[in-house]
């Protein structure tokens, strides 16, 4: 049974607004297409940097299950959700793919996803598997489970050290920033110092020109209203205890008209107008941190865990990783996200998808990940070995994984209608972030987006 032309508009509709802006990992695409056997278990992602990882896991998948075979698809992030929601209108998904917090809910709503429940192979996940809070975040409002987790990732500062040194600024001082919404603590002060205008001057210098900036003291991710801020401000506002909705998972009302949480966004804007950061206009949509970063363009980069490799690819560059600042609560802060692995109803063989889906939540699977550095897994063992793959290649990353040992993380929200959610918000915090509305003005739109669950509720 296809999709209905209802929940098929409704698939483009998610597809299109959640496309705009979600933190992911993208590459150039290879392998595309389904296949037609039911022996062939055809799964899909995103992030060619893993691809090789779960290659090897589905070499050793193979060898574990005669006669199955898997064949991995990998593109690019802008092209990833446009096809899978093509080939869920046409009947032509994969039979199991990437999926990602923000976009489980209505993917459940529509019917497209199969609970992984009723099957042998992977009824008996259990949430105390994987790193603490990932697990519960999969299982639905039936309380079903749609997703076995696969990775987690949290943010840290991506900086330059030769950069750093050579504007005096110590690693003590990078990592024992603190923050606070009146004035920015000394996150700002380092950041206003690490800012260059054309004519050499640094953003704490008299003299200098905020209209002509060389080197951004932190760089930009845009808005974030399409994201609730994981790579722009939600680690600022997390020190605050405040989170986007009351409760998670399936929130129904927006706090987006907390006067603390706007006072933060008003600062965190603030930056551009003092020069600090880019403003909207300047790079926009079109160029994110690591490009800023990788241009020379700006000092600190604030990023995802998905984005190490990335960064570490850069020449010339001695990277290193600052922690989030410490609050007013003297407390970090990072936003959470997990990716998890479904199986899609078009599947010709859902047992074997299933059995697919339980190696690639073992150990043996993510241990493989692990090993390769890319990203953190989702079961301890795996998470464990990916630190020691970063270690070996010089690279702490405890501002990372730190936040999960502390329990400092605050989770995105996962609730229903994202993509309508999205149609709102990102508008929304991209003129606030222009100038042409203000931090207060979110009150009309927490109004807007709460006025949208109630009609969902009833």
Known sequence: MRPTNKIAAALVAAATALSLGLAGCSGPAEQEGTSTSSNVIDYWLWDSAQQPGYQQ???????????????????????????????????????????????YAQFVDLGVLLPLDDFEATRDI??????????????????????????????????????????????????NMTWNPDDGGSFEKVIAHLTVDKKGVRGDEPGFDKDNVAVFGLASEGAGGENFGQTQWGAYTGTLGWEPTDKNPWGTHFRMDDPQFQK???????????????????????????????????????NGSWMISSFSSLEKVDLKLAPTPTGVDGKRSSPFNGLADSITRFSDNPEAAAKWVAYLASDSCQDVIGEAGVVFPARPSGT???????????????????????????????????????????????????????PEDLTELNNQVNKLYEITAK
């Open 126 to 175: 259990k949430s105390e598997d994987f790193q603490e809070g990932l697990g519960d975040l999969w299982i639905g409002q039936d309380g079903k489970r749609y997703g076995a987790p696969k990775d987690w990732d949290t943010v840290a500062y991506f900086y330059d050290k030769n950069m750093t040194d050579k504007a005096g600024i110590s690693t003590d001082q990078l990592q």
């Open 57 to 103: 896991c589905a070499n050793d998948f193979q060898k574990a299950n005669p006669g199955l075979k898997v064949n991995i698809t990998q593109m690019g992030w802008d092209d990833y959700w446009s096809k899978l929601t093509a080939g869920f209108i046409a009947d032509q998904a994969p039979d199991v793919f990437t999926n990602h917090l923000s976009k």
């Open 264 to 302: 933060a966004l008003g600062w965190y804007y603030g930056l551009a107008e003092k020069g600090y950061m880019p403003k909207f206009s300047t790079f926009g949509r079109g160029s994110g941190s690591y490009a800023q970063f990788a241009a020379g363009q700006a000092a600190l980069a604030m």
């Open 384 to 438: 464990q070995k990916s630190i020691e793959a970063r270690r070996k290649a010089g690279l702490d990353v405890a501002p990372f994984t730190d936040h999960v040992k502390d329990r400092t993380t605050v989770l995105l929200p996962v609730v229903q209608n994202a993509a309508d959610l999205n149609a709102l918000t990102a508008p929304y915090f991209e003129s606030v972030y222009i100038g042409t509305k203000k």
